[in-house]
């Protein structure tokens, strides 16, 4: 497949992956529910142990499992849980020789992501659109 003029396909890398992956986990923290049920508090538990298993780079996440293994993730509310992610991007960024962030700023760095939003009427609508769509096992 050709590049087009103009179009951005650098390869990825440890420093763009990290970029997005900072964004997207922030975004999680920011969105955590500021008083979890029980199953919301498993379910972020279950997330980070899988992430920090998982992340697709070798060097960073045997750091980060590092980090999850000695401060387990605080999952008791959306404050915790944001600094937690707060402290944890610290504990990479100083080993990386990196300034530290202010964690008391992180909701305005972060706040929540109001086009993310799905609102029930878009909502509404998707599900019939789906359902209008004829199912390739029938068709
Ligand atoms: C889990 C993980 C582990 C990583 N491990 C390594 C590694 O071992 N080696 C390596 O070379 N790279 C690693 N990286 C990548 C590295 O952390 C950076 O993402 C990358 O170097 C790009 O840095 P940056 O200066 O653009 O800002 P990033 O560190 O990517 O941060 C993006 C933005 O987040 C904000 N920010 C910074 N610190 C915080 C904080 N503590 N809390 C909230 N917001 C903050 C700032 O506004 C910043 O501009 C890792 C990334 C992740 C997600």
Known sequence: MEKEEG???EPVDTTSLGRATWTFLHTLAA?????PTAVEKTRMM???AHFSDLYPCEVCQSGLKDIV????PEVESNKTFTRWMCKVHNGVNEHL??????CSKVDERWGVCESCKVYRE??????????SIPSSKSG
């Open 46 to 48: 279950l997330f980070m």
């Open 97 to 102: 020789g990196k300034e530290l962030f202010d």
């Open 31 to 35: 969105n955590y529910p500021k008083k």
């Open 69 to 72: 293994t000695k401060t387990p």
């Open 122 to 131: 878009d909502l509404n609508a998707f599900k019939n659109l789906i359902r």
């Open 7 to 9: 179009e951005d396909w």
